[in-house]
T-cell receptor
Framework: LAKTTQPISMDSYEGQEVNITCSHN???????ITWYQQFPSQGPRFIIQ???TKVTNEVASLFIPADRKSSTLSLPRVSLSDTAVYYC?????????????FGGGTRLMVKP | DGGITQSPKYLFRKEGQNVTLSCEQN?????MYWYRQDPGQGLRLIYY???????QKGDIAEGYSVSREKKESFPLTVTSAQKNPTAFYLC???????????FGSGTRLTVV
């Protein structure tokens, strides 16, 4: 299983763009990259998922370089409510037993 | 609305007792999972099931048991053999393909 490495914590200010990078050097051909957001005492919430290049939805963008050994979650113009822990997962989305391991995540603190 | 329901939200257990945490989903997802989260930590996989009547141990299965008699239900029993059961327990479900996990709102178990 591809292991992921993320920064433990990040600070930002309201209105800024935040980029959180995840390293996954051993990513396999069939693996996708998925990001989740978790608030205290709640279950993680799916944010975005991608395989290569760039994916964008109403919440975030996901940038994946050609070698796919890393990925960057981009949150545009963050607000205080974006303060949360963000997890990067890597695995084969067509194999339920393959995408299981959550790392420690990145704790994002957005300040006024 | 489709979703995943965990109950109870809070649970207190005396030492030496077994307790069962409920997880029900109406998303028609094939796979279901149980994670444990300790304060300030990431999620650790306890058990997962890809199909009815089949399940696999995760990283920290000792002291826990599960069953998958119905597609919609994946109860977790925390047995007296689990030495440090106080934690936040999260249930999730998924299907093959895009979209990632859907998580429940969690059960906070405290040993008193």
């Amino acid at each position: 299983l591809a292991k992921t490495t993320q920064p433990i914590s990040m600070d930002s200010y309201e209105g800024q763009e935040v980029n959180i990078t995840c390293s996954h050097n051993n990513i396999a051909t069939n693996d996708y990259i998925t990001w989740y957001q978790q608030f205290p005492s709640q279950g993680p919430r799916f944010i975005i998922q991608g395989y290569k290049t760039k994916v964008t939805n109403e919440v975030a963008s996901l940038f994946i370089p050609a070698d796919r050994k890393s990925s960057t979650l981009s949150l545009p113009r963050v607000s205080l409510s974006d303060t949360a822990v963000y997890y990067c997962l890597v695995g084969d989305i067509n194999n339920a037993g393959n995408m299981l391991t959550f790392g420690g995540g990145t704790r994002l603190m957005v300040k006024p | 609305d489709g979703g995943i329901t965990q109950s109870p939200k809070y649970l207190f257990r005396k030492e030496g007792q077994n307790v069962t945490l409920s997880c029900e989903q109406n998303l028609n997802h094939d796979a279901m999972y149980w994670y444990r989260q300790d304060p300030g930590q990431g999620l650790r996989l306890i058990y997962y099931s890809q199909i009815v009547n089949d399940f696999q141990k995760g990283d920290i299965a000792e002291g826990y048991s599960v069953s998958r008699e119905k597609k919609e239900s994946f109860p977790l029993t925390v047995t007296s053999a689990q030495k440090n059961p106080t934690a936040f327990y999260l249930c999730a479900s998924s299907n093959r393909g895009p979209g990632g996990y859907t998580f429940g709102s969690g059960t906070r178990l405290t040993v008193v």
